[in-house]
């Protein structure tokens, strides 16, 4: 197993879409700084005093609200869709996976070594993301403080965990369908919220049905639960539910994409 | 362990199209194993059985003398180059090979060069991507890459489909030396019987899915040299007066038609011999064939039985 996760990290460092989404990051690190600095330190005198910081939920910029504006983000879901599904689909587009997967005696190690090291890869790279927008916050905006750093590791956590979960999700969508397109609409789909729609008449329909259920479909599709989790706010329960939701579809997906690699013929 | 690649009765079946039917092959230590079939024959789909791609639906294998399942833990000295080398376009050779390499759990870069070397890919290369890459240098590049485990038994499959003349015997050289410097068993397919009779010391004719012929390369010379066909009233006392006569290299095909490798010019004798004893000679006639020819008989002989099965 350890040899397939160097051999992956090998092929990912060597890969041009890596550093193109990489880069990416470091560009969308560079617009999150700029609609920050336009809200919070409006050095164009384009709002009311305090006005940025009201649409913004906080007055100041600390190392929370930077995790929470990065990781918390339909953009950086897309980045790490796009860049888990070319991963993950680059083996078998390539036919590489021919000269590797027959000599392994169990096929299922490829695919969760395949998506421990997309795992370690989508980390390098909100890493990357995380210390350009961190930096830039720190040096150029006047409205920044560190703030409280177990807040900070909390949000994080949470959000860090979700990311994981939609790693999980885009591999196995991208292992169901064994093509990048499939992959990335898959992944499009679920990172745009055009789920929600379907999530919105599912709770309609289940609170027609029964009037004032203690709970609402949508409250466990895991896109929903990501999206309006409260990562800096949420209380221990809030937390634990979300933690469960979390485990539930990374176990799904990954064994999942496992159980497709192993029954399946290499084409 | 007489051979060290066997199959018994393997199928392989997509639905109700039955790609590979009840095969068996037998292939021996340090042989070179020549499998050939028209394009569909079912050649890549029973190599990727072998090679662990895909699983069996009816049948089993054995490979160095373990089953299928214990197989498992020896694939490491398989190399297996399916169809078109998979290749990352982007990258080197030498990366290509380290990758496998990694997974290998190896770390020697010389060795992997050494390999590139070995199959003409020189530092003249070295900087360049894959994608530049000719259509032989990244067959040549496909036989490295299967070379990277040490591997005793090589399952090449249509190695040298698209090459030009030159690259085809590039190919057929490396793989005859690679076979005699390294000692490595190799199985490969082609449809082209004249190029695998140069290397192949066994062959396995593969037509709709099934085994219909599998013979050593001194038999296929013997079939393919020139012998008297004979066409007698009765085979069964034929053969017993040209045995009579000190003929000994014969065979009997189809019950009906008697092939003599020997003595050639005794074909009036024979008939002489055969008349004698009451038997009618139908048909005589001194024959030889070139190994398309054969191939394309064996195959059409196939396709008879089958227009005979359906009817």
């Keep these: 197993m350890f040899n397939l996760i160097k051999m992956n990290l090998y092929r990912m460092r060597h890969a041009v879409s890596t550093w193109v989404i990489a880069i990416v990051t470091i560009v969308f690190a560079f617009m999150q700084f700029g609609s920050l600095k336009l809200l919070l330190d409006d050095p164009f005198h384009m709002f009311d005093a305090g006005e940025g910081a009201e649409m913004l939920g906080f007055s100041t910029v600390g190392g929370e609200h930077i995790i929470t504006t990065l990781l918390h983000n339909s953009n950086i879901l897309i980045i790490a869709a796009v860049f888990v599904v070319l991963f993950a689909n680059a083996e078998h587009k390539s036919g590489f996976d021919k000269n590797l997967i027959g000599i392994t005696n169990h096929k299922w190690k ?46 994080a956590g949470f959000l860090y965990l979700g990311m994981v979960t939609f790693s999980a999700i885009f591999f196995f969508f991208t292992t169901l369908f064994k093509s990048s397109a499939g992959g990335i609409v898959a992944s499009l789909v679920i990172s745009l919220g055009i789920l929600n729609l379907i999530e919105q008449l599912l709770d309609l329909a289940v609170n027609k049905i029964f009037s004032h259920p203690a709970y609402v479909p949508s409250d466990f599709f895991f896109d929903n639960a990501y999206m309006t989790f409260d990562a800096s706010g949420a209380g221990m329960k809030a937390g634990l539910v979300f933690v469960a939701i979390c485990l539930v579809y990374l176990a799904l997906s990954v064994g999942g994409s496992m159980l497709l690699q192993q029954k399946r013929d290499v084409r | 362990m007489e051979y060290l690649l066997e199959t018994d009765n393997i199928t392989k079946r997509y639905g109700k199209i039955t790609a590979v039917d009840h095969v068996n092959i037998h292939l021996k230590k340090g042989e070179i194993y020549g499998l050939i079939g028209r394009n569909g024959a079912g050649k890549t789909t029973l190599l990727k059985m072998l090679a662990g791609l895909a699983k069996p639906s009816e049948g089993s294998y054995s490979i160095f003398g ?11 000295r398989i190399g297996v180059l399916i169809e078109s080398p998979g290749l990352y376009p982007n990258m080197t050779a030498f990366e290509n090979m380290k990758i496998k390499s990694l997974m290998l759990g ?206």
Aim: glycine share 6%; with cysteine.
């Design chain 1, 110 to 155: 490829h695919a969760l070594a395949r998506w421990i090291s997309a795992v370690i890869g989508m980390t390098c790279i909100l890493a990357i993301g995380f210390v350009v927008l961190f930096g830039l916050c720190a040096l150029f905006m006047n409205s920044f403080s560190f703030g409280s750093a177990a807040a900070m590791l909390k949000s």
């Design chain 2, 66 to 76: 373990e089953s299928e399942k214990e197989t498992a833990r020896l694939r490491d």
């Design chain 2, 106 to 311: 190896m770390n020697d870069d010389s060795f992997l060069k050494e390999l590139l070397t070995d199959v003409g890919l020189d530092s003249r290369t070295e900087k360049l991507k894959v994608k530049q890459f000719s259509l032989g240098m990244k067959q040549r590049l496909g036989i490295a890459m299967t070379l990277v485990g040490h591997p005793d038994l090589l399952l090449l499959d249509e190695p040298i489909n698209g090459l030009d003349p030159q690259g085809i015997v590039e190919i057929r050289e490396l793989i005859a030396r690679l076979s005699k410097e390294r000692n490595i068993t190799i199985l490969i397919s082609s449809h082209i019987l004249e190029e695998l009779s140069k290397i192949s010391t066994r062959y396995g004719i593969l037509h709709n899915g099934q085994m219909i012929d599998e013979f050593t390369h001194s038999e296929l010379l013997k079939r393919c040299s020139e012998r008297i066909e004979l066409r007698p009233s009765d085979a069964t006392k034929a053969v017993t007066v040209i045995e009579k006569m000190g003929i000994t290299e014969y065979k009997v095909l189809d019950k009906s038609v008697i092939q003599i490798f020997e003595r050639l010019e005794d074909s009036g004798e024979i008939v002489l011999e055969l008349a004698k004893n009451n038997i009618k000679t139908l048909g005589i006639a001194v024959k030889n064939e070139a190994l398309e020819d054969y191939y394309l008989s064996l195959t059409g002989g196939a396709n008879k039985r089958e227009e005979n099965g359906k009817e």
